[in-house]
């Protein structure tokens, strides 16, 4: 019997079997976004939801084959490939960023792997975020043994590597490298004692058991990702899965209830895909459980709701603060 007790869930668990949390994705919507607000207010304070701005710092010409991504080389999606930035033009953007009431700054390169010639590089543009004030975070890919450890050293504070997927649906949107892959630099990025950002992506085509398998998964990493990145798929026109089924509106705020039910101590963000929401449904994603959010104009291609946000966090009340947890978990 699924129970409908906040406190029984207050604790993380890593011991989660698709057959426990189909159980709760499928409760009744009313009693899973109850639920799901319970344990959301246990653990963190209701209504602050914590802001992160996106950087793509090395765009497109990226070797792998991620069926939803428009920075492949092996995609028709017409964004040009271009070179890493300098550190001036980042910096700039992480101070504009701070004043624009971000608390993180997220910087994305188009690459398989962190190549050892870029790491000073990558390193030097950490330590510049870091000093205009910014948590920092960066997704590069890959990452071999020893370099989570160097961006630590820069002050990276958070490693973004995303399951995506299932296991099992996993090989239909990516073949050029495996979920094992994608867990080892998980692996890496934890023992350097950076914080871990994972999540997915709904809307690839997937089935409901895919959701809840890739739910799964998050819950078996140990600790859970700090950080889990919920991304409705942004259609990008020349990719493979831009024809892809929307996911529908409802059970994509059931997965979101699902993973803070899942992963109460872990703060999950309301990732790309927001432009197409109504403010009705994101409030119902932040009512069950989500807390952070990508501000500006732009993700890392695509587009992102940009000045819509003042809008919504009025209309919701929203204050715009760190996901903080409460001192008594
Ligand atoms: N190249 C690096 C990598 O894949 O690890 C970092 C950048 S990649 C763009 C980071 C994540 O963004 C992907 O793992 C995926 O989950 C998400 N993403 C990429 N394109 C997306 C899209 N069109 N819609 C939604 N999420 C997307
Ligand atoms: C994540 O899970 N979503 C962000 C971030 N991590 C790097 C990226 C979303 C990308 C959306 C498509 C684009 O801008 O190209
Ligand atoms: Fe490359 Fe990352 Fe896009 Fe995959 S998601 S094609 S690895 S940039």
């Not at 092996?74 to 101070?95: F, I, N, P, T, Y």
Request: glycine share 8%; aromatic share 4%.
């Amino acid at each position: 019997m699924t129970s409908l007790d906040p406190q029984h869930y207050l604790t993380p668990r890593h011991d989660w079997t698709p057959a426990d949390a189909e159980a709760v994705h499928d409760l009744p919507l009313s009693e899973l976004i109850f639920l799901a607000a319970g344990v959301h207010r246990a653990r963190f304070t209701p209504g602050e939801i914590e802001k992160a701005q996106l950087l793509s710092i090395k765009t497109g010409g990226c070797p792998e084959d991620c069926g939803y991504c428009s920075q492949s080389a092996q995609h028709e999606s017409g964004v040009k490939a271009s070179k890493l930035m300098a550190v001036d033009a980042v910096r700039a953007a992480a101070r504009q960023a701070k004043q624009n009431g971000a608390q993180r700054f997220c910087m994305g390169a188009a690459w398989r792997d962190l190549k050892d010639r870029d790491v000073e590089k990558v390193c030097d543009l950490i330590s510049a975020v870091k000093d205009e004030g910014l948590e920092t975070c960066v997704t590069l890919g890959m990452l071999k043994d020893g370099q989570a450890e160097r961006l630590k050293d820069a002050g990276l504070d958070f490693y973004n590597h995303n399951l995506d997927t299932s296991r099992e649906f996993y090989g239909e949107v990516i073949r050029t490298r495996t979920y094992q892959d994608r867990l080892d630099t998980l692996d890496r990025v934890r023992k350097a004692g950076v914080s871990v950002c994972c999540g997915g992506i709904l809307g690839l085509g997937e089935e409901k058991s895919d959701r809840i398998g890739l739910l799964v998964e998050l819950s078996h990493i140990s600790p859970h990702p700090e950080s889990v990145p919920v991304n409705r798929l942004a259609p990008i026109a020349g990719t493979p899965l831009s024809g892809a089924p929307a996911v529908d509106d409802l059970d994509f705020v059931r997965a979101i209830a699902t993973a803070r039910i899942m992963m109460p101590a872990s703060v999950v963000r309301l990732s790309a895909g927001r432009e197409s929401m109504s403010e009705v449904m994101q409030a119902m994603c932040f009512l069950a459980g989500a807390n952070s959010i990508f501000i500006g104009e732009k993700l890392l291609t695509a587009p992102n709701a940009g000045d819509a946000d003042a809008a919504l966090m009025s209309a919701l009340g929203a204050e715009a603060a760190p996901a903080r947890k409460p001192a008594h978990v």
